[in-house]
């Protein structure tokens, strides 16, 4: 299976690579992205992409992939609705529809987050725009299109968040995390089996289109199988 990735940076982007780099099934992972992962492997290509805005240059690069992972987003803490939605919709259906155009046998998976409007009226700014950028999604021609809703996210193997706050809460919260797991098992999700479950929806489909955190460990449980 040949993988794109983008937010390979990311925190749950630098897992879903690490999974996809040991998975025996992938055999080679295109990050696309602003700047380079800083990592060298022969099954990862990088492509450095600076206007988001349009992938039209690149259709040729892109061409006979398998899936596509996107796993690029950023807090909508302090941003106005127009610049999120510039990055979260405009920057995602940039990509999306010309992975759609090229390679329409693609399954494409979508990281959201766990409370996602999809019906796009709600008070919440983020939520609205994340639910505008799935809906918009679900209506492109792919194979196959999964989007993961996450809530909480424990990062694996060394992962670190780029945003401050959330490296300052997973500073804090690590050593509750076994005591979390097991009193909200269904609310919790690993870097590690965020990248798993991507690799199994690819492969073998999923049961539903939306994904929580509990659909994504159990989709994550049946990689080894």
Not at 142 to 157: D, L, T, Y
Not at 164 to 173: C, D, H, S
Request: charged share 20%; aromatic share 10%; with cysteine.
């Amino acid at each position: 299976m040949k993988v794109i990735l983008f937010g390979a940076t990311g925190m749950v982007g630098q897992g879903v690579l690490r999974e996809c780099l040991i998975a025996p099934g992938v055999t080679q992972v295109l990050s696309i992205s602003r700047s380079s992962t800083g990592q060298k492997h022969e099954k990862l290509r990088e492509l450095l992409h600076q206007d988001f805005s349009d992938f039209s240059s690149v259709e040729r690069d892109v061409i006979g992939y398998d899936a596509c992972f996107y796993c690029l987003g950023v807090s909508a803490a302090g941003m106005k609705e127009a610049d999120y939605a510039r990055v979260t919709y405009d920057f995602t259906l940039a990509a999306a529809r010309v992975l759609a155009k090229v390679n329409p046998r693609m399954t494409f998976i979508y990281v959201s987050g766990a409370g996602t409007d999809s019906s796009e009226k709600g008070r919440s700014m983020w939520a609205r725009v994340k639910g505008r950028t799935e809906n918009a999604l679900l209506a492109l021609p792919f194979k196959a299109k999964f989007m993961f809703r996450p809530g909480v996210i424990q990062p694996m193997h060394g992962i670190t968040s780029r945003t401050k706050w959330y490296r300052a809460f997973y500073l804090v919260a690590t050593p509750f995390f076994p005591l979390l797991k097991a009193a909200f098992p269904r609310t919790i999700s690993t870097t590690e089996r965020v990248g798993r479950a991507m690799l199994v929806a690819a492969k073998r489909g999923a049961p539903k289109t939306m994904l929580d955190n509990a659909d994504i460990n159990a989709l994550a449980d049946q990689y080894a199988k």
